[in-house]
């Protein structure tokens, strides 16, 4: 039950029923009876009671913004939950050699790197691998599968995660470079992105989200607990949805025992350079690094081949797309120019690191459970278009129209996943902008439809809008 705040009056009024109805010959509105014997024990009342709405809302965990932080801190302490002071960076290493490998070079779990001293601070940042890989030898795998044409090194890529926690930790591309112990299979290491996550001190909202999930269950076991897994170890990770049973959302139930799938949203971009072989029109030339985000090029000997035009870029087939399970690739297309069969072929692109980082964090021991097949995808954009006709009632013009424009891209994307995107919420945040008097939209709607209405969003999607993709026409 959400207890109701009185105000001084109510109380006020209350106390001189009270009074009235002992003595109705005593006179409660005028003179010093209401200054002496009502008000005061109303003030005091109304202290009592904001102290009460206060509680109420702090079991609650409404409001949590407004809350004292000791007193938060406090309460979710009941739950074993201490707010965070920090958050491990993570990011994916480059262990790279010069030579292809002969024997299997296996690269272990908590192997310990570090940046270099900073010059200024004397500061070193140090990291673990979080996941186990290997480099094959040659009885294995090709040696090409490993070399980049571009640092003409043979290189595996690992992630990693700080050891100390805290935004202090957070360090930019190329600075992770020493090996804290012996490694010679290998002669250099570095990460080629700038760490993410790494955040500072907790939010009370953030505090607020883990301890209502950390009363609903907090073993990895559980719907609830796969979620909290994300959110407490990574706060790159903004939102979660699991799926699991019979749910309709789940894509792979009757392929594999115990499946769960957790849809992230979440993205680290990271490039790679894949060599291969050509296969053939019309044959799917996977990446190595799934879920695949982007190509930037694709090669063979000195011609670039244009995508649309002589390859397609294809993503998201199959039960295991967006995952690091998935088949993403490039497939050419026929009419368009193409190698000759088992012809060098070089791919560059950009995949979602951080679907492979949760995937190697998750795989350690501690967090196993039996039983359960736990697969981490990628949730996906939906985009959205807006074309409306701006009337601005006072202000500069372009000053307004900017504003409005901020405000409609920050609400939309900073939508989490299954959120539906209604025309109401939106008109409320073009209403927070001063100058605007109307707002009329001429195209509301999913990229490439028409119409104006509001837009459901899947579970594991959310509502995105590129700034091109928002037409603001400013009308007198």
Do not use: C
Not at 92 to 116: E, K, M, Y
């Amino acid at each position: 039950m959400v207890i109701q705040r009185k105000t001084v009056e109510q109380f006020e009024v209350e106390i001189s029923n009270g009074v009235a109805a002992r003595d109705v010959s005593v006179d409660t509105n005028i003179g010093p009876v209401k200054d002496f014997y009502i008000t005061p024990p109303a003030e005091v009342m109304k202290d009592i009671h904001d102290n009460i709405v206060y509680l109420s809302q702090l079991t609650s965990m409404k409001y949590a913004e407004r809350f004292n932080p000791d007193d938060l801190d406090d309460v979710v302490f009941n739950e074993a939950l201490i707010r965070w002071t920090g958050s491990a960076s993570v990011t994916v290493v480059t262990f790279s050699r010069l030579q292809p490998p002969t024997t299997d070079i296996p690269v272990p779990v908590n192997f310990p790197l570090a940046t270099t001293q900073d010059p200024q601070t004397g500061a070193v940042v140090q990291f673990r691998t979080i996941e186990t890989q290997t480099m094959y030898g040659p009885a294995t795998v090709t040696a090409s599968s490993y070399y980049n044409p571009t640092t003409e090194r043979y290189e595996l890529d690992v992630a990693v995660a700080s050891v100390d926690l805290g935004d202090e930790t957070a360090v930019g591309a190329y600075t992770i470079t020493q090996f804290r112990r012996a490694f010679p299979e290998f002669d250099e290491v570095t990460n080629k992105t700038a760490t993410t996550s790494g955040l500072g001190l907790e939010t009370n909202t953030d505090l607020a989200t883990r301890f209502q999930m950390q009363v609903r269950g907090n073993q990895e076991a559980t719907p609830a607990g796969l979620s909290l897994f994300g959110l407490d170890n990574f706060s790159g990770i903004l939102d979660a949805y699991v799926v699991y049973g019979n749910n309709s959302n789940l894509l792979r139930h009757t392929e594999d025992a115990g499946a769960v799938d957790v849809w992230l949203l979440a993205e680290a971009p990271l490039t790679h350079v894949h060599t291969t072989t050509y296969p053939g029109v019309r044959t799917l030339v996977p990446v190595p690094k799934q879920p695949l985000i982007s190509v930037a090029s694709v090669v063979s000997g000195a011609v670039t081949y244009v995508e649309g035009t002589d390859y397609e870029v294809v993503t998201g087939e199959g039960i295991y797309a967006y995952s690091d399970r998935g088949s993403d690739g490039i497939r050419f297309l026929v009419g368009g120019a193409a190698p000759l069969l088992d012809d060098p072929l070089v791919i560059s692109y950009s995949y979602n690191s951080m679907i492979n980082i949760v995937t190697a964090y998750y795989s350690q021991s501690e967090y196993f459970v039996m039983g359960s097949d736990v697969l981490f995808r990628w949730g996906q954009r939906q985009y959205l278009e807006i074309e409306a006709e701006l009337k601005v009632g006072s202000g500069n013009p372009s000053t307004v129209l900017s504003l409005v424009r901020e405000r409609i891209v920050g609400y939309i994307n900073g939508l989490k996943l299954g959120i539906d995107v209604e025309e109401f919420d939106i008109d409320r945040e073009v209403g927070q902008v001063f100058g605007v008097d109307n707002f009329v939209y001429v195209t509301l709607a999913v990229k490439g439809d028409t119409g104006v209405d509001d837009i459901p969003v899947g579970p594991y999607n959310h509502a995105y809008i590129l700034p091109a993709d928002l037409v603001i026409n400013v009308v007198s």
